[in-house]
């Protein structure tokens, strides 16, 4: 039964009436705003229910092992996409995992056929631009190396000057390297397979590239423990970015924080250390 306030409100205000009438109007006002309130509340919480993520879906690549490959038994494997998995879970989200070329990772994010890249993308000022990044969770500094009996060897540009140092051609190593080793002779190949060879051989005196990448060649078979790490890691932000991230749709605030916590979760659980340990066995700074 609906009761019109305005009524009971013009009692007059000496009587004993009119204390009572004042409460009870007082009373049937609070109980309508309740209620009014109970009624707004609940369509806006089925409607966050509604909109509750049930799936996140990765694009990835599968040839940047060990971020993301193809183990022997064809499974989609590696440090990234453990990681995403991880974070479905803290989540509680089904984790679809796309497996893209790495050009058409990011067109594909901007055509909404996926949620997230997950593939070792580095934050740069021109990312930026166009997309946003979680927080940062990795970092893929450049190192040199060179052979083992080159003991005298360091990574200076003074100790590099007239040296040969070999570098994958149009790669951001080959930039930082024009930059800052002038003095050494550059010389460029098709790709890192191919400087790695060279310098075991012996036809150049130093290579430079992706350190995690190269931490795993000299600690293989491949290397045939020719050579090792010379000088410390390179961490300049222009050429090798502002850390790895997650990448997201420009302005999509709401997945951007889920993922941010998620990570938070997956490192304070201590599971974030435990793909390191797995993925990342040798030295890389």
């Keep these: 039964m609906r009761i019109d306030t305005a009524i009971w409100c013009q009692v007059r205000p000496r009587s004993h009436l009119a204390v009572f009438a004042l409460w009870l109007c007082l009373s049937l006002v609070l109980l309508g705003s309740y209620e009014g309130t109970q009624a707004q509340e609940q369509p806006a919480a089925a409607e966050r229910e509604a909109a509750r993520r049930v799936v996140l879906r990765f694009l990835t690549t599968s040839d940047?092992?060990?971020?993301?490959?193809y183990d022997e038994d064809g499974v989609l494997t590696g440090f990234n996409v453990d990681l995403a998995r991880a974070i479905c879970l803290d989540l509680d989200v089904t984790c679809e995992i796309k497996v893209e070329p790495w050009e058409n990772l990011l067109p594909s994010l901007l055509r909404k056929e996926g949620d997230a890249v997950i593939a070792s993308q580095m934050v740069t000022a021109q990312a930026l631009t166009n997309y946003?990044?979680?927080?940062?969770?990795?970092?893929t500094p450049g190192r040199f190396a060179g052979r083992r009996d080159a003991t005298g060897l360091e990574a200076t540009p003074e100790a590099l000057s007239g040296r040969k140092v070999g570098v994958a051609q149009g790669t951001t190593h080959e930039?930082?390297?024009?930059?800052?080793?002038?003095?050494s002779q550059i010389v460029t190949f098709k790709d890192a397979d191919a400087a790695r060879e060279a310098l075991k051989k012996g036809d150049v005196n130093a290579i430079f590239g992706d350190a995690i990448s190269?931490?795993?060649w000299l600690?293989?078979?491949a290397s045939n423990q020719c050579c090792e790490f010379k000088g410390e890691a390179f961490l300049e932000p222009k050429f090798f970015g502002d850390g790895v991230a997650i990448a997201v749709a420009k302005g999509d605030r709401q997945l951007k924080a889920e993922l941010d916590d998620a990570l938070k979760q997956v490192r304070s659980s201590g599971r974030f250390v435990e793909l390191v340990t797995r993925y990342?066995?040798?030295?890389?700074?």
Excluded at 64 to 69: E, G, L, S, T, Y
Excluded at 132 to 139: E, L, P, V
Excluded at 280 to 285: A, D, K, N
């Design 214 to 216: 190269l931490s795993f």
């Design 280 to 285: 990342f066995p040798f030295r890389i700074y």
């Design 175 to 183: 930039a930082f390297i024009r930059q800052f080793f002038r003095g």
């Design 219 to 221: 600690n293989g078979t």
């Design 64 to 69: 940047f092992p060990p971020f993301n490959f």
């Design 132 to 139: 946003d990044f979680t927080d940062r969770y990795f970092h």
